[in-house]
Structure formats: C-alpha cells, structure tokens
Nanobody, 129 residues
C-alpha cells in the first residue's frame, strides 16, 4: 500500500521561496494523478497543482499559477512543490495526495477530491509579512 509523507514546511517571510517534498513508500505508477492541496484554518481544502505521472503533465490552480511548480523525481518516488514569492495568504497546512487509477482528462485541480484515496499527514507553511 502506498504511503505519502510530506516535509519541508516551515515559517518564512513574505517573498521567500520554499520547496515541499512528498515521499511515496513505493512507486505510484504511470496512471497516478499526484496532487498538492492546502487548507487554511476556517477555509476549504484547495487543490493547488496536479501532476499526471504517465505523461509528465502539470496543471495549476489560478491562485498559484506562475508562482508554484509541481514536479516529480520518479526514480526516487518524490513529488515536489516549489513555491516562490510566498505571501501571507499562502499560510496553510499543505498535503500531497494520490489517485492511482487516474486518466489525464480527470487529473485536474478542479476535479473531484474524493478521487484521491491516499493522503499524507501534511506539513505546515507559515508566511509572515
């Protein structure tokens, strides 16, 4: 069974950059849709970026497009989220998740979150102004 573990979250200043990592216990396969989400206190969970492993396709929510980059180190089964120009409103708990039986068409930031059956425990990012 695949397990995910996030790391890299910490407190930073506005304008800083940060890279989050999500290590998978085993390879997730070419049909996997891998995603980064975040949830701030009192707010709904938000999908930020998705990566369809089999085609290397990345898609982003408008809120982070141009600032965040999702990528995968397939050899080491690690998913990354590079976050640049961080803002106080980026403060949240960040989670990675996997949908192991996805298709490219359904691997999207506006897709059903119930598709993601595997979740990490989260890593906290705090951005101070």
């Amino acid at each position: 069974q695949v397990q995910l573990a996030e790391s890299g979250g910490r407190s930073v200043q506005a304008g800083d950059s940060l890279r989050l990592s999500c290590a998978a216990s085993v390879r997730t396969g070419s049909n996997a849709c891998l995603a980064w989400f975040r949830q701030a206190p009192g707010k709904e969970r938000e999908a930020l970026a998705v990566f369809y492993a089999g085609r290397g396709v990345a898609r982003y929510a408008d809120s982070v497009k141009g600032r965040f980059t999702i990528s995968q180190d397939n050899a080491n089964s690690i998913l990354y989220l590079q976050m640049n120009s961080l803002k106080p409103e980026d403060t949240a708990m960040y989670y990675c998740a996997a949908d192991l039986g996805s298709r490219l068409a359904t691997c999207a930031t506006n897709g059903e979150q119930d598709r993601y059956r595997i979740w990490g425990q989260g890593t906290q990012v705090t951005v101070s102004s």
